[in-house]
């Protein structure tokens, strides 16, 4: 998954702005019926924080932590652009977004978006599939 946030960094990089991905990732083992739509949910996420969240901006950061527990993933995502207001309108209004929730259904996962010190925070939680 590491090469994926590079490679779609480098997609969508702005040459005139600094943004730096962190990561703290466990080791997962997904199999391809949830790797492809995991893979893409990252896409959008990163890509829509590249799209809306640094504009105005030269700088920022986003966090993705991807981690094990008992029988399932937990994925968080924050970035500190300025955000949006979610709610059932924006999310009407956003392909970005329903496709986030397509593929957590695909994933037969849970997802919300909680303020925490200040941050919008992406938190998604799916079961573990036994290879």
Known sequence: SHELIHFIKQSLADKLKDIKIHTQIDPINLEMSQAMPFGLMLNELITNSFKYA??????????????????????????????????????????????????????????????????????????????
Request: glycine residues 8%; aromatic residues 16%.
């Open 54 to 131: 640094f504009i105005g901006k030269t700088d920022g950061n986003i966090w993705l932590n991807i981690r094990a527990e008992k029988n399932k993933y937990v994925l968080e995502y924050k970035d500190d652009g300025p955000g949006f207001e979610y709610n059932a309108d924006s999310i009407d209004s956003s392909l970005g977004l329903n496709l986030i929730e397509s593929f957590s259904i695909q994933l037969n996962g849970t997802f919300e978006y909680k303020r925490v010190q200040g941050y919008l925070v992406f938190e998604f939680k799916f079961p573990v599939n036994n290879l």
